[in-house]
């Protein structure tokens, strides 16, 4: 199982809460982090957040800021996104995806090479 494995997608109102959780099956050296992303209905995929394998390092979209956080478990090879104060615009299928380096910068698809199935997440307001 060379691809992640996302969980812990629902229905939530607006306000409240939700922990996604995308599990790796394996990591390597040469792996570099984790990325979320997500695909609202009609829309294109968009980044959400990434966190480095190594330091723990975050990276957000403008609009999760504040609301969001990315964490990585190295012992279990797992990242968890928590996200806060959802809003309705939040709605959309999460998905999570490995990058083994950012060679087009952390918001582009291209840096990511397996992805997982995705989670659906609906905000209802």
């Known amino acids: 199982q060379v691809h992640p494995v996302e969980s812990g997608g629902g229905l939530v109102q607006a306000g409240g809460s939700l922990r996604l959780s995308c599990a790796a099956s394996?990591?390597?050296?040469?792996?570099?982090?984790v990325g979320w992303f997500r695909q609202a209905s009609g829309k294109e995929r968009e980044f959400v957040a990434l966190v480095t394998w190594s330091g723990g390092i975050a990276y957000y979209a403008d609009f999760v800021k504040g609301r969001f956080t990315i964490s990585s478990d190295n012992a279990k090879n797992t990242v968890a996104l928590q996200m806060n104060k959802l809003k309705p615009d939040d709605t959309a299928v999460y998905y999570c995806?490995?990058?083994?380096?950012?060679?087009?910068?952390?918001?582009?698809?291209?840096?990511?090479?397996?992805w997982g199935q995705g989670t659906q997440v609906t905000v209802s307001s």
């Open positions: 394996r990591r390597t050296a040469s792996d570099y982090g």
């Open positions: 995806a490995l990058s083994p380096g950012l060679s087009y910068g952390y918001q582009s698809e291209k840096s990511y090479t397996y």
